[in-house]
């Protein structure tokens, strides 16, 4: 068989250090390099003189990791199928669809998992991961880039191919697309490049927010992990693999670190809410660059980021299925972050719900909104995270225990969510009727829900064609607000059923001047207002009803209401939300949020130039043009789950299995 390899002679970048906090006070210096090559809409990055020439390390211990070079290889592509990845408006790229082959011509690992027992991870002195190697070619160097070699030749400018020059490549047909950005995709791409945050020489990631006018930025010039997934989407759906392989590398350094609030230390697994290039002062007048993370112990309310460790296996799997790098997934110290993930989220405790019991804020909603316990948004990712997980666990002798787990609680949590989540006509009216005080194992009530709660604004509300998953379940309360960014994920990663998935974007459909008004999307519907915001919210200035997370309008949403669109075939209804944004933004200098029932004003605090509303606007543009693109990143049905039960009810003769009766209502 005839092989193509390439030998890539890459050049290793002098990595810096992390900063581990100590007793003594340090002081720091902020160091921030980038200029942006606007003709191209492509990084020039440049790398500082005050950057330290040293072998990777981590402070705080003794162990020294020297760089190392890698050769790699790539499968026969002339049987592949061609698919087109555009670089920019003028990019021609001849790519074959050999994303099965790529796995097999991986390099394998041996995962370190205890066979009895998935939650023991193997470390071994002390760090849970091997030394972040984070490889890159420079520009003037003539060889492919580790995406692009995996993924095969690109050519900007327009220029031609002689497919002679294609070692195996007969047969590929090379697409072209000229297409000319508008000018506010224009300004989109130069803020996006402008937001990209160096360290030691290559992009990590992209602050919060980059406006120029903000004299105190607080931590909007951090690198947020949520706030940097449209982001790392946008510049992946461009071909721009790099800043996203070294966000994801360091995040999972800064993973195992020690965290300690009031001398208690959370789960080893917990990754940062956002880090922090500083640069420290050292001997004869140089600077070293570190990361500094923050774990949530000076985040408002000190909550830990439930969501960041889910949206980072969310970001891991993306990567791999747009760029075809699947090495990435498969490193030692990346299959071990994983699963220190997931020894967080499945470990055992006091509750008796297959969803994720958290605190208030520990979401994008973080600050306190009365979303404690079971909210539907971390339920979503939650499922998200387990389904991409099982795609990327090396299965052997070490990880089936935890595989087996992860089948297990999808399962469940399929079921729960479908079943106790959904709300619409008949279901609200079946709830209506409820009796309570059932002490049964086959009560019809089983969380005890007084019918007083249904709000009266959800009677008229509530479509007669659409339904939709309630925000929140615990034992005798549902909250029955419209939570958008559960919602839609749960269309994203078919947490729900095609038929709720359906009915979700009909609700939408049909209360677009409440859900979208004049700025999608809303974060919630309806606000807290008088007695329930001051008792809820603790009277937050900042969540004042139709503000900010209390109802406000956040065009980052844009994007994953365009990939639930697109996953359920209703695109014109993206197009119609995207065509309101494109109207607004621009002039409105890219707010983090609006205000208002009808998201007329800008938000009173929202900080202008917010780069995931400028990420989640090019997202939304790049998928609609690149359905095959947006295929990649949601899931559908996976009806193994459905077919059987792990809860062995059925063979106990005590009592009936509730998923085996639903059974005809799952499966829809």
């Not at 993973?255 to 009031?262: C, L």
């Not at 600050?367 to 387990?386: C, D, K």
């Not at 089936?400 to 297990?408: G, M, Q």
Request: proline share 4%; aromatic share 10%; charged share 25%.
């Amino acid at each position: 068989m005839n092989t193509i390899s390439i030998i890539g002679n890459s050049t290793m970048k002098p990595s810096c250090r992390f900063l581990i906090s100590t007793k003594n006070p340090v002081f720091f210096k902020r160091h921030h390099s980038l200029t942006s090559n606007l003709s191209g809409n492509q990084f020039n990055f440049y790398k500082t003189k005050q950057f330290l020439t040293c072998p990777f390390r981590i402070l705080g211990f003794k162990t020294i990791f020297n760089e190392s070079r890698k050769s790699f290889c790539v499968p026969n592509i002339s049987s592949g199928q061609p698919r087109l990845i555009a670089r920019d408006s003028r990019a021609v790229s001849v790519v074959a669809s050999v994303a099965s082959q790529f796995r097999e011509f991986s390099t394998s690992v041996e995962t370190r998992v205890n066979d009895k027992n998935f939650e023991r991870i193997f470390v071994q002195n002390g760090i849970s991961v091997k030394p972040l190697v984070v490889e890159r070619i420079d520009k003037d160097e003539n060889v492919l880039g580790d995406e692009e070699s995996r993924l095969g030749v690109l050519v900007d400018d327009g220029e031609s191919v002689n497919r002679e020059d294609l070692d195996g490549g007969q047969g590929v047909e090379i697409v072209i697309t000229k297409r000319e950005e508008s000018d506010i995709e224009k300004e989109a791409w130069k803020l996006l490049n402008d937001a990209v945050v160096m360290y030691c020489g290559s992009p990590v990631g992209t602050v919060a927010a980059n406006d120029p006018g903000d004299k105190m930025p607080l931590n909007y010039d951090q690198v947020f992990v949520r706030d940097f997934v449209p982001s790392a989407l946008a510049f992946l759906l461009r071909g721009e693999g790099e800043i996203v392989k070294n966000f994801l590398l360091h995040a999972l350094q800064l993973q195992s670190w020690e965290k300690t609030v009031d001398c208690y230390s959370p789960g080893q697994g917990l990754m940062p809410a956002s880090f922090k290039v500083r640069t420290v002062p050292l001997d004869d007048n140089k600077l070293e660059e570190v990361l500094d993370p923050d774990f949530g112990e000076s985040a408002i309310g000190r909550v830990a980021p439930v969501d960041s460790g889910l949206w980072w296996i969310i970001l891991l799997r993306a990567y791999g299925k747009l760029t075809g790098d699947y090495a990435l997934q498969e490193r030692v110290d990346v299959q071990t972050g994983i699963k220190l993930i997931l020894n967080l989220c499945l470990a055992d405790g006091f509750d008796m719900f297959p969803s994720l019991l958290v605190t208030d804020g520990s979401c994008m909603i973080d600050r306190r909104m009365g979303i404690h316990g079971h909210p539907l948004e971390i339920q979503a990712l939650f499922y998200s995270a387990l389904r991409s997980s099982r795609e990327m666990l090396v299965v052997n002798d070490g990880s089936k225990n935890l595989v087996r787990a992860i089948n297990n609680r999808l399962s469940a949590l399929s079921f729960h969510i479908r079943e106790y989540y959904w709300v619409d006509m008949r279901k609200i009216n079946e709830i209506y009727r409820y009796k309570t005080e059932e002490y049964s194992t086959e009560a019809t009530n089983k969380f005890n829900i007084y019918p007083e709660q249904i709000p009266s604004w959800l009677m008229d509300w509530i479509p007669e064609e659409g339904g939709y998953l309630i925000g929140n379940l615990q034992p005798a309360h549902m909250d029955f607000r419209f939570f958008t960014l559960g919602n839609l994920w749960s269309v994203v990663s078919s947490l729900g059923t095609p038929k709720q998935n359906e009915a979700i974007l009909n609700v939408i459909e049909s209360k677009w001047d409440d859900l979208v008004g004049n700025m999608p999307l809303k974060i919630c519907y309806p606000a807290l207002e008088s007695e329930d915001w001051r008792i809820i919210t603790g009277s937050d200035p900042k969540n004042t009803p139709w503000s900010y997370h209390n109802g406000g309008s956040w065009p980052t949403l844009l994007w994953q209401f365009t990939l639930a669109c697109m996953k359920m075939d209703r695109m014109e209804l993206a197009k119609k939300a995207i065509a309101l944004a494109e109207k607004r933004l621009q002039v409105d200098h890219w707010p983090e949020y609006y205000d208002t029932r009808s998201g007329k004003f800008i938000g009173k605090q929202s900080r202008l130039y917010q780069t995931w509303t400028v990420a989640g606007f090019l997202t939304s543009k790049v998928l609609l043009e690149n359905p095959e693109k947006a295929s990649l990143l949601f899931w559908d049905e996976d009806y193994d789950l459905l077919e059987f039960c792990v809860c062995g009810l059925n063979t106990s003769g005590r009592k009936r299995c509730s998923r085996v009766a639903a059974r005809s209502q799952i499966l829809v």
